[in-house]
């Protein structure tokens, strides 16, 4: 072929290149001819332009074509002048090539990107997809990304052609099936390993799984996942990237057969202690709406959605009165000045125990709740306040351990302290065992809030301090039980049923939930924001002494007793230090605004969830 100059149109292209003619180029290697056949070309989204719009490098005609080699056919050069609004969305797409893995240096060489705009989209005869999705023309063309994509990774490409994914996509034509790019994007192409991918697997999945992604994140692994933590156990993690097959399907990875097997690669007994036969009926997408697949999660989410109303409505009804009887004959003067003598209420073992017992339990909370309601806006932040999920799991283990080693020891300094005294007796007016007088106080205390009668003339211990003593007991079997549980799970799945984990987690995000409610409402209102307890802080429990006259007015049957024993003496003491007041008042006033804190926060996450 002679030298000729450029034309405007590609006739002198398609000369040679329009697939009729078995034409090879000389040089060094011989190479088959590039052909393009002007009527596919034609019917493509560049078919109006010229052939020397995009290869610009090219000097002359002549076979092989004197190219200037400084000049590489790049789509971005004319899309990125495009001003058109159309446009815009192609210039992003530019952009998240760009950062793409795609747009990376080829490892094989250097020279070229591991992929360029026409391997995917073929520039001479590429098409825009149908925008319909119900077009049969949109489903032709999800279907076949496989196999595009497959050009160069072919093993992905082999194992998703044999997943349940790959069969409704390919051979049930199912257009919702997904294909490689609902997953692994389409411009903004990463690896699997990279943190933004694994974090938004399961919101991926979510998009045709909604129900198990919801079940997903009720549990451990969704719930760190939410927070931002990448080594947990996300869909793919469980289910394969590319193999995934249903559950009953005996070459799936969570089939029974081969789910311990699933387990034990993350909990392999070198990061994470091994993966025991419990862990095979887990079932991370288990709920308590199902009665008939999950009966115990049903009756244990019953059981403590009751107790959780019952105690709450109870004790708000009880507050609610009490504040309205109180504000209603609240003293219009000055109240007098206390006499300056002081009764001992609180040595300073169990003043010590409760600041450390409170300081454990709101770290427990904010830790706890901050996972039970990863969904939250706040949550995250806070997570990323204590070091990241895994840490905040450390810190939470942490002040639990803490908070058992008080239970026991408060258990092991006052039963033998009891069992010596000869003067104690179990259901005695010292003791804190509930009894029939509690009941018949707490009747009396109704009827005083509604002007029925009298109010009750309380001993050393009323009933609503037995209530929050003895809360402490069961809180500490259900949330530290179900606790214990979850903290070792190998060992407890040697011996239960994964459904046991279920069933724990429940337990223990529920109670907690309760009892930060009712600590940071009800305790905070019996203890400091009664008509004449205010203003707050109460602080006896870090001075460990009370003014007589309000002993006298709290519990006046306890003072007529100290009275009737001639025992009044040996329990007065002299008033605390004014550092020492001054100092509960500020710490007070602290523990009571990091609880509220956290009541706010943990409403929040319940009623957004």
Not at 237 to 266: E, F, I, N
Not at 496 to 516: P, T
């Amino acid at each position: 072929m002679s030298s000729v100059g450029l034309a405007d149109d590609n006739g002198a292209c398609w000369r040679c290149h329009d697939g009729g003619q078995e034409i090879v180029a000389s040089g060094e290697k011989k190479q088959p001819l590039h052909a393009i056949p002007p009527e596919r070309y034609a019917q493509g989204v560049h078919g109006r332009m010229a052939c020397r719009e995009c290869h610009t490098g090219i000097v002359n005609l002549d076979p092989p074509h004197q190219t200037d080699t400084a000049t590489k056919i790049d789509c971005a050069i004319c899309h990125e002048k495009r001003t058109e609004e159309k446009e815009a969305r192609i210039r992003r797409n530019i952009d998240l090539y760009r950062k793409s893995f795609h747009a990376r240096p080829n490892p094989d060489d250097p020279n070229f990107p591991n992929a360029t705009c026409h391997e995917c989209h073929d520039t001479h005869f590429f098409n825009v997809p149908p925008g319909d999705r119900a077009t049969p023309g949109h489903a032709a063309w999800r279907a076949g990304i496989p196999e595009l994509c497959g050009k160069c990774h072919d093993d992905p490409l082999e194992r998703f052609s044999a997943s349940i994914h790959g069969v409704e996509l390919s051979r049930k034509n199912n257009p919702r099936a997904p294909t490689c790019t609902d997953c692994h994007g389409i411009h903004d192409i990463t690896g699997s390993h990279i943190p933004a991918f694994t974090l938004g697997a399961t919101e991926n999945c979510g998009k045709c799984h909604p129900r198990n992604l919801a079940s997903y994140r009720r549990f451990y692994h969704g719930q760190v996942n939410r927070l931002g933590a990448t080594a947990t156990a996300n869909c793919f993690h469980c289910h394969d990237s590319h193999a995934t097959r249903a559950v009953k399907d005996p070459g799936a990875t969570v089939h029974p057969g081969k789910r311990l097997k699933t387990c034990q690669k993350c909990h392999d007994g070198q990061n994470r202690p091994l993966a025991t036969p419990g862990f095979t009926s887990f079932t991370p997408h288990a709920h308590a709406d199902d009665f008939a697949r999950y009966p115990a999660m049903w009756i244990a989410s019953r059981l403590m959605h009751g107790l959780t109303w019952g105690v709450m409505l109870f004790f708000l009804l009880h507050s609610a009165l009490w504040f309205h009887r109180e504000w209603r004959e609240r003293p219009p003067a000055p109240r007098p000045a206390p006499s300056g003598r002081h009764v001992r209420r609180f040595p300073w073992f169990w003043r010590v125990a409760h600041l450390l017992f409170a300081l454990t339990v709101m770290t427990l909370i904010a830790t706890g709740m901050t996972l039970h309601h990863a969904h939250a806006p706040w949550a995250p932040l806070l997570a990323k306040l204590m070091g990241g999920p895994a840490n905040m799991g450390w810190i939470h283990r942490g002040a639990a351990l803490l908070m058992a080693s008080l239970f026991l020891l408060h258990l092991l300094v006052l039963l033998p302290r009891l069992i010596r005294d000869k003067h104690f007796t179990w259901f005695g007016p010292d003791s804190l065992l509930p009894n029939r007088r509690d009941f018949r106080e707490c009747g009396a205390m109704f009827r005083w809030f509604l002007g029925r009668g009298e109010k009750p003339r309380f001993e050393r211990w009323t009933y609503y301090e037995k209530f929050d003593y003895w809360a402490v007991f069961w809180g500490m079997a259900l949330i530290g039980g179900s606790g214990v549980l979850l903290a070792f799970p190998h060992v407890a799945g040697a011996y239960f049923d994964g459904w046991v984990f279920n069933v724990a987690l429940l337990l223990h995000g529920e109670e907690a939930f309760l009892a930060a409610v009712f600590l940071f409402t009800i305790h905070f209102f019996n203890n400091h924001f009664l008509p004449s307890r205010l203003p707050p802080p109460e602080t006896v429990i870090f001075t460990g002494s009370d003014a007589l006259e309000k002993l006298q007015k709290e519990h006046p049957a306890y003072h007529a007793r100290l009275l009737a024993n001639h025992a009044l003496e040996r329990h007065l003491v002299p008033p605390p230090a004014r550092m020492l007041v001054r100092g509960s008042q500020i710490l007070g006033l602290l523990l009571i605004g990091c609880g509220l804190i956290l009541l706010l926060l943990t409403l929040h996450g319940a009623l957004t969830a």
